[in-house]
Structures are given as structure tokens and as C-alpha cells.
């Protein structure tokens, strides 16, 4: 551990602070002698008493002791857990509280990484059920040795360890069935990752293979990405990193031609079967690297009549696949993610010597009381 440089502060202190704001990652920043301290569980306006944990050389983080002076935002959560799980970090915020503090995050760290002007960030659209709206978790089993029983729940909130849970007030009430079932037969050991999810209506879905987790609030992420493409006038779309098909299916019908493209085989199979279905026959989907197949794509659907979507992995695209975009400049590029930092980031590349034009970023509380949050950029190329 290093040291802070002020010899006032140690380990084991209890400090009353001030919280100055909400970091990305739902911590609450506050300052002891113009040192960093980061808190959970604490919001911006709050005095508390906190207890030093860990100090390092530019920032410390300390545990909530109490609550000094509370502010109007504050409410009770709704899940026993809550403080010890590790799920969720924004059950003590009201909800409407939690979608401005989302903003604010958003909106800083775009211009914080990428340079990007707070007024393209649009309002956080709200989840119509702020709890109950998660179709997929995954429970984990450690065996407890001090209580010689099996902890099956989720990683907690301050170490690595299993919070022993019933329940998953986020998840949705056929969830928490399974997971009763799940504790009713228990896995026969510690470590072991157990999947627990609820199919979509009508779309085909490999067990590995990617779906979002929030359905309550997929019409809306349907319909900004609908909305970019429409006010862009392309004719042809390419959906990449396509999973089982579902933006360039949903898309099909106001567009001549799309392909998606997908290396994950069963996904790209269930896509073909899921087009068939919805009688969407105007496209085809491709088992390759993203990086193969998109020239090959812009050079026969024509850049200039073509928006490329893109819904990567949390850990965003491959630099390559970026260069790839700027060299083959379709007319509009649609990034979706659910990583705001990777998002800006990649970005940030896009945009680069004015490549790219940002027309706006439009984020969803796919993941109401937690840190996470979806955003929607849109970007036109501006040659």
C-alpha cells in the first residue's frame, strides 16, 4: 500500500465527510484535505461518517459508518441484501434521482475521455419497472467453512466472496423461482456458476449466446436505434456483431437489404431461423470476423447508402475493426453498448480528423439500481 501524502490520515479512521458528487461506478466522492476518498452507498449532499479502508497515493476509499444528514433523495431499499450483495449500487437513491446522476455520469465522462460536448447527451429514458426487469442471472455456489453450509447468491459487494441469497429483488418474479429450485437442489459443491434465464418471446436463443436482459425497456431501445437510421436515409444495413439477429430483424422491413455478421456459428444459425420466422427476407447472416467480412459488404452495398450498427462486447471493438469503419466510411455508423467508457473511447477513434460526426448519444436505464447504464451514439460520416 502507498501511503497518502498527508501524514493526517490513516487506516482505521473515522472522518465525517461531505459528499461532493457520485463517480462512475456508483461511488460517492469526498475530500479530507483535498484527498480523494470514494464511499458507496452515500449521494451527493450527504454528510457521513466514514472509516478509512485503503489508501493509496492520489485516492483512498472508506466504508459507510452512518449517515450524518441525509438528503430528500435517500429511500429505503427494497432488497435485504442490498449493501452486502454486490448487484446493486443505487437502491438507496430514488429512481428519477438515480436517471439525473446517470446523465451527469454519462455526460462527464464523454467530455472527461473523448472531448465530447455535454448537449449531445441526451435524458436517460427510464425502465417502466425500476425493479423486477432482469430475464437473466448468474447465482454462483462457495462453500461457507465458519457455517459448514453451501452460500449460493452472488459475489459480494466488498470482497470476493458469495452473499448467501433467496432472492433478486432486480430480477424478474419467474427468476426468482428458479432460484428457489436452484437452493431446493443445490449444486453439489462450492464454484460452480449456474445460469438462470427467462427466453424471449418468439426469438430462438443459444444458451451461450447474447440477448439483453432487460425486455421492459427493449421497444425503446428498438426504437431510438429505429429513429438514427431513419433520420440518416440509408437504404441498406449492416448489423454487426449481430448475435441471434435481433436489431437487423427488428430493422428489416424499412430497409431494401441487411446482413449481419457474427463469428459465434449456433447464433448466426438461431439468426437465420429467427429472419425465417418474422418473414424477413430481404437480408442474410454471416458466420465471420467482423474485421473479414465488412469491406467486402460496403463495397457492394454502396458506403454511402449504408448504416453500420455495431453492439460489441463490453470491452468494445478491436482497434482494426475501428480503422476498418474510418477507411470504408459508410454513411452512418450506430453504436450501441452497454460500457460508456469503451463507447467513448472507441469514439473517440471514429471521430478522430473529423472522420465522423456525433450526432448524439442517447442513453437507457436498461439496469436501474445499478451503475450500469446502455447508450445509443449516433454517427455520420462527415466527408
Known amino acids: 500500500m502507498v501511503e497518502a501524502d498527508s501524514p493526517a490520515l490513516a487506516v482505521g479512521q473515522k472522518h465525517i465527510v461531505k459528499i461532493e458528487d457520485l463517480a462512475f461506478g456508483g461511488e460517492g466522492v469526498a475530500r479530507l484535505h483535498d484527498f480523494v476518498i470514494f464511499v458507496p452507498f452515500v449521494i451527493p449532499g450527504e454528510e457521513a461518517e466514514v472509516e478509512l479502508l485503503e489508501l493509496k497515493k492520489n485516492f ?10 441525509a438528503t430528500a433523495e435517500r429511500v429505503e431499499p427494497e432488497c435485504r441484501y442490498f449493501g452486502a450483495c454486490g448487484g446493486c449500487q443505487y437502491q438507496h437513491i430514488d429512481y428519477p434521482a438515480q436517471l439525473r446522476f446517470k446523465h451527469k455520469q454519462v455526460a462527464d465522462l464523454f467530455e472527461r475521455l473523448a472531448g465530447i460536448a455535454r448537449d449531445l447527451i441526451r435524458p436517460v429514458i427510464p425502465c417502466p419497472r425500476p425493479y423486477g426487469y432482469r430475464n437473466r442471472i448468474m447465482i454462483r455456489s462457495q462453500w461457507n467453512k465458519p457455517e459448514q453450509k453451501l452460500n449460493i447468491g452472488f459475489i459480494r459487494a466488498d470482497c470476493g466472496l458469495v452473499e448467501d441469497i433467496e432472492t433478486c429483488k432486480i430480477a424478474a418474479p419467474a427468476l426468482n423461482e428458479q432460484i428457489t429450485r436452484v437452493r431446493n437442489h443445490p449444486p453439489p459443491k462450492g464454484g460452480i456458476k449456474v445460469v438462470l434465464r427467462l427466453p424471449p418471446a418468439d426469438w430462438e436463443v443459444p444458451p451461450d449466446s447474447f440477448f439483453q436482459n432487460n425486455f421492459l425497456l427493449l421497444p425503446e431501445l428498438v426504437r ?101 469503419l474510418r477507411r470504408v466510411r459508410p454513411a452512418q455508423v450506430i453504436y450501441v453498448s452497454c460500457h460508456p467508457a469503451t463507447m467513448a473511447r472507441d469514439l473517440n477513434i471514429l471521430r478522430a480528423g473529423g472522420v465522423f460526426k456525433l450526432v448524439q448519444v442517447t442513453p437507457l436505464d436498461m439496469f436501474p439500481q445499478t451503475q450500469h447504464v446502455e447508450c445509443v451514439a449516433d454517427l455520420r460520416f462527415a466527408g
Do not use: W
Not at 472508506?62 to 449517515?67: E, P, Q, T
Not at 454487426?240 to 455478421?261: D, H, N, P, T
Open 60 to 69: 483512498g476509499r472508506a466504508r459507510l459508518v452512518r449517515i450524518r444528514t
Open 224 to 324: 431510438v436505434v429505429r429513429q438514427a437510421r431513419q433520420a440518416s436515409g440509408s437504404a441498406h444495413l449492416v448489423d454487426l456483431y449481430c448475435g441471434v439477429g435481433f436489431f437487423a430483424i427488428e430493422l428489416a422491413g424499412e430497409v431494401k437489404s441487411f446482413v449481419g455478421v457474427e463469428c459465434d456459428r449456433m447464433a448466426i444459425a438461431a439468426a437465420r431461423r429467427n429472419a425465417a420466422q418474422r418473414h424477413a427476407h430481404n437480408g442474410e447472416f454471416v458466420s465471420a470476423k467482423v474485421e473479414d467480412a465488412l469491406p467486402q459488404l460496403i463495397a457492394r452495398l454502396s458506403a454511402p447508402a449504408t448504416t453500420v450498427l455495431i453492439d460489441p462486447p463490453r470491452k468494445g471493438c478491436q482497434p482494426p475493426t475501428l480503422e476498418l
